[in-house]
């Protein structure tokens, strides 16, 4: 079994990493009637149902970061998440890096990359325009109008962004659970190192890097 964890791969797993994601798809893909249920409701559309299906062919493992990664105290060289940690709340993240930290081996590295927060005002304040910035740091929550939305929710959970984060203030909440030699990093650049099949650009344009030693 490979030493290098991805959690929260969504539709990009990494060949020859463990994939982890806690997204409905693997929870609809590994249970039928809760599926069926979902699409006789009509709480599917058509990409949810092939991002079901993709889920079902492909090796992706459910987990909840925040609760518990099923793997062993100091079993892992790295751990890589991507566009993932904004989305938990401020209590959540706290709990998925001291997960990440029991997993880790000593010296092992955390990669975390996230929206950076700084790229987004920066673009606010060079085109003012509220609008785009409102919906590029994706916070609006979802609406519940009515039984379908509702059950939308109850089956789906929240999918917005619960947090933002600037290279700053992500490596502050590292240091602060423990991590050491926390560093932001230029795109393209990592402390891994064996970082084969990482994609050290992943959505460059937007995104900050941050990494932390155990």
């Keep these: 079994m490979t030493d290098k964890v991805n959690i929260g791969c969504g539709t990009t797993p990494i060949d020859g990493w463990i994939n982890y994601d ?3 798809a693997i929870k609809l893909a590994n249970s039928p009637l809760l ?7 009509k709480l599917l559309n058509k990409q949810q149902i092939e991002n079901v299906e993709w889920n079902k062919k492909n090796k992706i493992y459910f987990a909840d970061a925040t609760k518990k990664i099923p793997l062993n105290f100091n079993s892992v060289e790295c751990i890589y998440s ?3 940690v904004e989305h938990l709340s401020r209590d959540g993240a706290n709990s998925f890096l001291i997960e990440a930290l029991r997993i880790l081996k000593t010296d092992g590295v955390l990669r975390i990359a996230v929206p950076d927060l700084r790229i987004a005002t920066d673009n606010y304040l060079n085109h003012g325009d509220a609008n785009k910035f ?10 519940i109008r009515n039984l379908k939305e509702k059950l939308k929710l109850i089956f789906f959970g929240y999918r917005h962004h619960q947090w933002m984060y600037d290279g700053k203030s992500l490596s502050i909440l ?6 050491r030699n926390v560093k932001i990093y230029k795109k393209g650049e990592t402390s891994i190192k064996n970082p084969k099949g990482l994609d050290l650009y992943e959505r460059c344009e937007e995104s900050v890097y941050v990494e932390g030693i155990k």
């Design 82 to 84: 991507s566009h993932m």
């Design 174 to 179: 590292m240091k602060t659970v423990g991590f």
């Design 22 to 24: 806690n997204s409905y």
């Design 134 to 143: 409102m919906e590029k740091i994706f916070v609006q929550a979802p609406p």
């Design 35 to 41: 599926y069926q249920i979902a699409k006789i409701l």
